[in-house]
């Protein structure tokens, strides 16, 4: 049996689909719904899995030894908005609970694969390689990015990371993410404005090296991100940190532009201030440098913009069901 943690989340329940998909169903979620009217539920609508538990439930069952023998955990869940200022409240979540499963894996000595983030990385400074080189000299720009980062060292200082994977995603699209709210992709808050009318908002720069729609991101397709897990579970030698992207950065107005020509509209963007509030804590650049993970064997295809931006609008959001379900594969 598999655990997904945060498996009815956005990266979480993409990679229940992709079990499914390569014919594995033992899978015990791992997950808080919240509301019903919010809507995660549905990620999971049409999946198959053995089991679901509230993460609040796992680490007694781990501690008494209550589940089933457990192949690999899949540690996804976590809060993952970057604007969270409840440092506790984070370090609890991404960092506390993190400790907890990394220890019951290495007693177990169970496959551990757990999500990272670019947002370690800061503001570039020290580059974007994987790998873990030049952990000790990053500094993440928010509380968010610093509790993930912190969690890597110290899986680093404990001598975990020999044993298990750490998934650093750069700024992944795609299905199942709608209830992220204010942190779902750009692709996602672009296909519901020029929707509605016909335009897109996108933030001004306020570096004088970056042209407006110019800040760059290294976007990665959810659908290659979950092949890179599958992968990872099937090659236990593939240990440490991973830069989980496609190597080249994009524009946030080739994005757009990508998502306009997807829906067949005409182009139109506006530009607007960004808050204050986040001005000294934005990432104009991210790259990832994915050495680690080819050096690893890893040799599959990364989804071109274009061509996931395309697959994503057409095939997901532009249905009335848009989740990812196995009653299509």
Not at 195 to 210: A, C, E, I, K, Q
Request: charged content about 25%; glycine content about 8%.
């Amino acid at each position: 049996m598999i655990i997904i943690t945060g498996g009815a989340g956005f990266i979480g329940s993409a990679m229940l689909w992709e079990l499914n998909r390569n014919g594995a169903d033992e899978v015990l979620v791992v997950d808080d719904l919240g509301k019903a009217s919010e809507g995660k539920w549905l990620n999971l609508r049409g999946l198959r899995y053995a089991d679901f538990i509230h993460k609040d439930d796992l680490p007694a069952l781990l501690e008494h030894d209550r589940l089933p023998q457990i192949d690999a955990v899949i540690h996804m869940g976590a809060i993952s908005s970057t604007t969270e200022q409840d440092a506790n409240l984070l370090l609890r979540n991404n960092y506390e609970y993190s400790k907890m499963l990394a220890m019951w894996c290495a007693r177990k000595e169970t496959r551990f694969i757990y999500a990272s983030s670019a947002a370690t990385f800061g503001d570039g400074s020290e580059g974007y390689r994987d790998g873990i080189e030049a952990l000790d000299r990053l500094r993440p720009l928010n509380m968010y990015g610093y509790s993930k980062h912190l969690f890597d060292c110290w899986m680093l200082r404990d001598g975990l990371l020999d044993k298990a994977a750490g998934l650093k995603f750069f700024n992944v699209y795609g299905p199942n993410e709608y209830h992220k709210e204010e942190m779902t992709s750009v692709v996602f808050k672009a296909f519901n404005q020029i929707g509605d009318n016909g335009s897109v908002r996108l933030f001004r720069s306020h570096n004088p090296d970056y042209a407006n729609g110019e800040q760059m991101r290294d976007f990665v397709y959810v659908k290659d991100c979950t092949k890179i897990m599958q992968w990872l579970i099937e090659t236990p030698s593939a240990t440490g940190l991973f830069n989980i992207g496609t190597g080249q950065a994009r524009s946030f107005r080739e994005l757009v532009t990508a998502t306009f020509d997807a829906m067949e509209r005409p182009v139109s963007i506006e530009f607007i201030d960004m808050p204050e509030t986040i001005r000294d804590k934005y990432q104009y650049y991210t790259c990832a440098e994915c050495d680690h993970l080819r050096q690893a064997g890893y040799t599959g295809r990364m989804t071109p913009l274009e061509e996931g931006v395309r697959d994503y609008v057409q095939n997901y959001l532009g249905k009335t069901a848009p989740h990812l379900d196995t009653s299509a594969l």
